[in-house]
Structure formats: structure tokens, C-alpha cells
């Protein structure tokens, strides 16, 4: 195992940071955070849109930026453009935009695209535009499929996302054709969170203020055990000592090392609890690393390093999976690139 120092010599400066800068978003996919926040509770979701002077001292610290999160999407950010243009302003060698949401104008995508001409979309569209409502409740899946078109006709460097369900299976030979003729790049996810069809049936069940918070106290116990059972594989391989694994700044404005730690599910668990202090806020700290320099944070990358055992159950279950070190990052025509522990 490597040391503290020289983890974060090698590691750490070099991270990425995928970014949540609003709670909005008009899409409901059944797998996603945010339909499951609220689903299990009364509130509207937390968070606030990331502002322009919150930017400026990130990107003080981090030069690849995802604008993405896991509950929201980046194009409803209250200053979105601004964000985009700051990144083309400072030249940043890396700005991503992971979208799937519609309710934007044709227009707001031409400014966007002028706006910063160098950053990346990725367009969430699974399957045939007219069918990728079906698990993007909500989306006018043709409207976005011609904005990212446009998006390639303004010379945005322009990815399509397509997410393999078995709603879509039989249509992928026939989108990849479609999108090679396209010119765009195509992007597969076989997700392990598949089947979706119970979650809509579970979700679509109106639960009262009662069920929902027992409802919520059991989802928390069942994953914590989930963890715990993992534990016993003694097989940990925490992905955030690497510098593949992003790093999250959420809309409540607290950094995490990895999304799953970014969760009301998990965020009441040992160590994670931590990095929800409010002195470690953005708004709390002049310099990013500050907070990174905390004593919350190095002691958990002490512990990830030299006394994993200690980690939490939300940990184990995402880093101590079988597959682990035969994870693949990256494939492409020069061969595969494999997550190395
Ligand atoms: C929560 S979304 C936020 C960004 C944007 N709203 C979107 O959906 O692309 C973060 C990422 O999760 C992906 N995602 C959504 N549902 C998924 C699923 N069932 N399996 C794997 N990835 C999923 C999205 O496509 C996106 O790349
Ligand atoms: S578009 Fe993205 S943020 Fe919105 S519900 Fe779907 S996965 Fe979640
Ligand atoms: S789940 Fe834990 S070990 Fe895995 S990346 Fe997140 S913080 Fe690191």
C-alpha cells in the first residue's frame, strides 16, 4: 500500500471534481437519487444553485471539471452559462457536461454551445429518441436527440450516452449506425441497476408522512447490513485512493470523496458524517484546500490507507466488489485499461 504523502503527491492533485450545481431537474428516471429523495420524503430536495465566486475558488484547485451530480441536472443551473464561461475563460483543459433533461430552449442550446465551445456534452438519450421516455420520464427525447445534433453541427466535441435496459437491447446495433452516420461518439452503459420497471411500480405508491420515514430508517438499516455482509470478503479496494474517481462537490455545498458517500442514506455513517461539518462548507473556507487539509479528511484517507478494515459499511459496499480489480476504465482501439490496486 502506498503512503499518505505520497498518495496524495501522486493522487490527489490530479482528481476531478463532478460537480452539482443545482437541485433542479424535470426528469424523474426511476433509478436515480432523486426520484428516491422524494419518494421518501415531504421536502422539496435540498441545495442551492453553485454561484460564480463558489466556482472561482474550486477552480483555483481542480482543472477537470464534470458539471453532472447525482440528483439534478447541470443545464438548470440558475448561473450555468456563467459557470461555462468562467471554465472557457481559464482555459480549464477539461470541462464535461453530463445532461439528460429537457426543458430548455433550442436557443439556451445555441448560447450554451457559443458560450464555452470547448467543453464536452454528453446527452442521456436510451435508445431511439421517441422510446428513451421510457426510462427518462419526463424527456422530450427527440427535441434533446436534435439538440444534440446541433451540438455536433456547432463542433462540440459531442457524446451520446445510451444507457442498455431491456426495453432497448434490440435497438443498439441500429443507434450506433445512426450515430456513426452522425459523426457523434457513442457511450454504453450496461447497468447493474437494470430493472427498473419495480422501482416505478414502488415509487408510484403514494406513502404518507409515517411511511415514509419508516420507509427510509429501513432502506438505511438494509444498506448499512449490505455493507457489513461485504465486510466479511475482507476485499476492500477503495476507488478514491485513485485519481480516476471523482471527486463530488454537492448542492448543499459539501465535498465528499466519491458520489456514493454524497447520499442522505449514507451520510449518517461513521466517517462520512464527518465531511458534512459545517466548518468544511464551501462558503466556510477561503482556499479548497482547506478543506482538504482538514483533519476530517486526512484521517480518512489515513484510514482508507493503512487501516481499511475501519472503513464504513457504505465502503464496503461499493469498493469491495469481486470485480474490483478487474475493473475496466477505459477501452478503446489500443487496448483496455484496467483499474490496477
Ligand atoms: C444523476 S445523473 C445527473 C446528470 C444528468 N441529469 C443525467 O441524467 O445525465 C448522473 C449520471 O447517472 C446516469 N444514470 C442515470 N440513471 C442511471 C442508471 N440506471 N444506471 C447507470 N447510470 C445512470 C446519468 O445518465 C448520468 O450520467
Ligand atoms: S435526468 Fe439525471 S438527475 Fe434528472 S432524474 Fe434523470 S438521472 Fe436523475
Ligand atoms: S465508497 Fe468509500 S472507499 Fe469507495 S470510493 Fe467512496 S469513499 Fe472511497
Not at 450545481?21 to 432523486?34: I, Q, V
Not at 464534470?66 to 440528483?71: A, D, R
Amino acid at each position: 500500500m502506498i503512503s499518505v504523502n505520497e498518495y496524495k503527491k501522486r493522487f490527489f492533485k490530479n482528481k476531478r471534481l463532478n460537480i452539482e450545481n443545482t437541485a433542479r431537474c424535470t426528469l424523474l428516471c426511476p433509478l436515480c437519487k432523486r426520484s428516491t429523495f422524494l419518494h421518501l420524503n415531504n421536502t422539496s430536495l435540498p441545495g442551492t444553485d453553485l454561484t460564480p465566486s463558489q466556482f472561482k475558488k474550486i477552480i483555483k484547485y481542480f482543472k477537470l471539471i464534470t458539471f453532472g451530480g447525482q440528483l439534478s441536472d447541470p443545464v438548470f443551473g440558475r448561473h450555468f452559462l456563467e459557470l461555462l464561461d468562467i471554465c472557457y475563460k481559464e482555459k480549464l483543459p477539461k470541462t464535461r457536461v453530463l445532461t439528460a433533461a429537457t426543458g430548455k430552449s433550442e436557443d439556451w442550446y445555441k448560447t450554451a454551445f457559443k458560450t464555452n465551445p470547448d467543453a464536452i456534452w454528453t446527452f442521456g438519450i436510451d435508445g431511439p429518441p421517441h422510446l428513451s421516455s421510457t426510462y427518462r420520464i419526463n424527456q422530450d427525447g427527440e427535441f434533446l436527440f436534435k439538440m444534440m445534433c446541433l451540438a455536433k453541427e456547432m463542433k462540440i466535441k459531442t457524446i451520446w450516452q445510451y444507457i442498455i435496459f431491456p426495453y432497448n437491447k434490440k435497438y443498439v446495433e441500429e443507434c450506433k449506425a445512426r450515430a456513426e452516420q452522425l459523426g457523434i461518439g457513442m457511450f454504453f452503459i450496461e447497468s447493474e441497476r437494470s430493472d427498473f420497471e419495480q422501482a416505478k411500480k414502488r415509487k408510484a405508491i403514494k406513502l404518507s408522512a409515517e411511511q415514509k420515514k419508516q420507509t427510509k430508517e429501513k432502506w438505511i438499516k438494509v444498506l448499512e447490513q449490505q455493507g457489513i455482509k461485504n465486510k466479511n470478503l475482507n476485499n476492500l479496494k477503495p476507488r478514491c485512493i485513485y485519481e480516476e474517481q471523482e471527486i463530488t462537490l454537492s448542492s448543499e455545498g459539501y465535498f465528499t470523496p466519491c458520489c456514493w458517500t454524497d447520499d442522505e442514506l449514507y451520510n449518517q455513517q461513521p466517517w462520512i458524517n464527518s465531511f458534512f461539518s459545517p466548518h468544511l462548507h464551501i462558503d466556510n473556507n477561503d482556499t479548497v484546500d482547506n478543506i482538504f487539509n482538514s483533519k476530517e479528511w486526512r484521517r480518512f484517507f489515513k484510514m482508507l490507507l493503512k487501516n481499511p478494515n475501519n472503513a464504513p459499511p457504505v465502503c464496503f459496499e461499493y469498493c469491495a466488489s469481486a470485480k474490483g480489480d478487474h475493473e475496466i476504465l477505459k477501452s478503446d482501439k489500443h487496448g483496455e485499461t484496467v483499474r490496477k490496486h
